[in-house]
């Protein structure tokens, strides 16, 4: 279904915008972006406690900063959007490194988020570690959504088409042709210096689409 009003995804934690298409969680609290389905939800404050032989649990998600081999470059990137659709920015950034950044007039968030990890991969050779606060862009490695895309002709589980195809096809390819590139997740507005760096890029990048 399409949101009526503006809210937060209960996975991401990210905005959703009027129009976005939602779903309710594996939960059914609160409502999640169609692209973040499956990812973990944070239990609403006050929220009884399940027990622990009842939860499922998650893939274990290396901290940003965890130590990487030598040799492999770290990357942060980060996608913004003023209005959701609307003007939009993508970046990325190595600490102590290069950056770079882009803008879309008519965009959405996700958009943006996986424009910029697909942009950092096309500028960054090497092994590589990719860290973003999207789950719509971790999760899809992280639990092999593109799998499942490619083995349905591009269907969802939901059986409906697969939302921004036209940027998850060149980046998963991309990935899966270089084999040398890692995922990670980091909370997004949380202090992480390099993660308020890029979505300082980003912001200012939307700015340019105007």
């Known amino acids: 279904m399409l949101a009526r009003y503006a809210t937060q995804c209960a996975a991401c934690q990210s905005r959703i915008g009027v129009g976005e298409e939602i779903v309710r969680p594996a939960g059914g609290a609160g409502w999640v972006h169609v692209g973040c ?19 499922k649990k998650a893939p274990r998600v290396q901290e940003p900063d965890a130590p990487v081999p030598a040799g492999t470059t770290v990357v942060f990137t980060d996608g913004a959007c003023r209005g959701n659709p609307g003007p939009g920015g993508w970046a990325w950034a190595v600490q102590d490194g290069p950056e770079g950044s882009g803008h879309d007039p008519a965009t959405t968030n996700q958009r943006m988020e996986v424009r910029a990890a697909y942009e950092a991969i096309v500028a960054l050779p090497g092994p590589l570690v990719v860290v973003s606060d999207s789950t719509y862009v971790v999760n899809c490695f992280k639990n092999s959504w593109w799998v499942g895309w490619r083995a349905r002709g ?3 589980s939901a059986k409906k088409p697969v939302a921004n195809r036209d940027l998850w096809e060149p980046l998963i390819d991309l990935v899966e042709e270089r084999g040398d590139v890692e995922f990670r997740w980091v909370k997004g507005h949380s202090g992480h210096p390099m993660n308020d760096r890029v979505d300082q890029l980003a912001v200012e990048a939307s700015h340019r689409a105007e």
């Open 37 to 55: 389905r499956g990812a973990a939800v944070e239990a609403p404050a006050g929220a009884p406690a399940k027990k622990a032989a009842a939860r």
């Open 154 to 156: 591009w269907v969802n």
